[in-house]
């Protein structure tokens, strides 16, 4: 049997395990940090067999290094051209990969940084810090456009699909989502739903890409009405026309929330 497990890290950090019970071995996505993840694998009986990297920030990891010394000549799945140096099997655009049940195809994500990949199927996805739960990652390094075009690659995946990203982001997400659609009743009975879960300290993760369209404003600029909250002065020198025009205004916005 195959599982996709949480892993805490950090503050508010998941590495995501896929563990193989019969096999009792794991691939982790995007380990930031290693004792966590050892501690895991040693409580649940479980050897490394391989790890996933979305990008190359810090708290995706830095924890490769030490894990990769205790499991010696395992993958280092990621980016192509990132300048992360851990990777051992460099993956770009439309590249498949297979980790026991499920084969992933690689999306190029660019925007929250250069290097960005997403690791898809139908029916579970890592995506990282391009896709939150009722949000998205800041621009470090791309573009409004860029980035939005990221998004666009996410949401033609079926309403099913899981979405397994890498923050608890949620409550505060949809704290501005209620900001830019203050209206939207299926956000308000959601972000209900969330705050009961946080309250009793468990996670609000993997959400459902159909569930996001219905939420997340940055999977919604698409919608002409979605910046009718926008303050004035973030619409300066944007043609809300554009939907890429509208998320920028969004994603403005959301940096000052």
């Known amino acids: 049997m195959v599982q996709v497990k949480a892993i805490k890290a950090f503050s508010d950090n998941y590495i995501w395990c896929i563990s193989n019970e019969a096999e009792q071995t794991a691939w982790v996505v ?5 004792e966590p993840v050892l501690n895991y694998l040693s409580e649940h009986n479980l050897t490394l067999s391989g790890i996933l990297i979305t990008h190359h920030h810090y708290d995706h990891t830095d924890g490769v290094a030490a894990l990769v010394k205790e499991f010696r000549d ?22 498949k990969l297979t980790v026991y049940d499920y084969t ?15 690791y898809i199927n139908d029916e579970l996805s890592f995506t990282g810090d391009t896709l939150f739960s009722a949000g998205c990652g800041r621009l470090f390094e791309g573009s409004a456009e860029q980035m939005w075009h990221s998004l666009c690659k996410l949401r033609a995946l079926p309403d099913e ?41 468990e996670i609000s993760l993997p959400t459902q890409l159909g569930v996001e369209k219905q939420i ?8 002409a009405t979605i910046t009718n909250e926008l303050p004035d002065e973030l619409k300066i020198n944007l043609d809300l026309n554009e939907p890429w025009q509208r998320f920028a205004g969004l994603r403005a916005w959301k940096d000052k929330f």
């Open 104 to 118: 992933f195809t690689v999306l190029a994500t660019p925007g929250h940084t250069l290097d960005h990949v997403c």
């Open 74 to 95: 395992i993958p280092v799945y990621g980016p192509r051209h990132s300048p992360f140096k851990g990777i051992t099997h460099g993956v770009s655009e439309a590249d």
């Open 216 to 223: 997340n404003p940055f999977l919604r600029s698409n919608i």
């Open 30 to 34: 995007d380990p930031g940090q290693a």
């Open 161 to 201: 699909c899981k979405i397994y990203c890498t923050h608890e982001y949620t409550q505060a997400n949809l704290a501005f989502a209620k900001a830019v659609e203050p209206n939207n009743e299926y956000l308000l009975s959601y972000s209900d739903e969330v705050d009961t879960l946080r309250a009793k300290d």
